[in-house]
Antibody
């Protein structure tokens, strides 16, 4: 059973850097797209970006200047960093596993990140 | 940043059939696969449909997806109380070079 467990700081001040990590507890790490998606409270979903096991990334152009997604295959972990956060970055952040064109099948539990002074 | 348009709400009585539309453009739905996700209150989204009409194992065949041109639809037949949730469509957008989502539809079982 594939499980994604995520953690990171839940409260940030404006201009700080958001940092979240997701560990994959079972299953292969290679061959998949490891993705971050966020959802502001009461709103819709936004794709942040993805990385594969070899480190190739693809970011949402609207966030690209502030986003870094990295992977540590030895620990079966991948991470998200979002710099210079503002209140508009307040959201539940999900780590997700994607495969080819088969959609996002496995999701982490979500982390609410609040940006407030 | 929702690029795909969905009705904000849909409803039906138990046993009825409900259909949710997802309208896009030639750069997203018109040229790429559509995915559908169900989000129960307070939980992470769950994949319901991939590649326009394929169901992952474990998803009841009451859920079906279709696509025509720049629009897609999700149908729920034999509506049940546990189907009360938010539903989102998604697709890759060639112009934006990003995955885009629908605005979301809240399904209520009356």
């Amino acid at each position: 059973q594939v499980q994604l467990q995520q953690w990171g700081a839940g409260l940030l001040k404006p201009s700080e850097t958001l940092s979240l990590t997701c560990v994959v507890n079972s299953g292969s790490f290679s061959g998949y797209y490891w993705t971050w998606i966020r959802q502001p409270p009461g709103k819709g979903l936004e794709w942040i970006g993805e990385i594969n096991h070899s480190g190739s990334t693809n970011y949402n152009p609207s966030l690209k200047s502030r986003v870094t997604i990295s992977v540590d295959t030895s620990k079966t972990q991948f991470s998200l960093r979002l710099s210079s956060v503002t209140a508009a970055d307040t959201a539940v952040y999900y780590c997700v596993r994607g495969y080819d064109t088969s959609g996002w099948s496995y999701w982490g539990q979500g982390t609410l990140v609040t940006v407030s002074s | 940043q929702s690029v795909l348009t969905q009705p904000p709400s849909a409803s039906g009585t138990p046993g009825q059939r409900v259909t949710i539309s997802c309208s896009g453009s030639s750069s997203n739905i018109g040229s790429n696969y559509v995915y559908w996700y169900q989000q129960l209150p307070g939980t992470a989204p769950k994949l319901l449909i991939y590649r326009n009409s394929q169901r992952p194992s474990g998803v009841p065949d009451r859920f079906s997806g279709s696509k025509s041109g720049t629009s897609a639809s999700l149908a729920i037949s034999g509506l049940r109380s546990e189907d009360e949730a938010d539903y989102f469509c998604a697709a890759w957008d060639d112009s934006l070079s990003a995955y885009v989502f629908g605005t979301g539809t809240k399904v209520t079982v009356l």
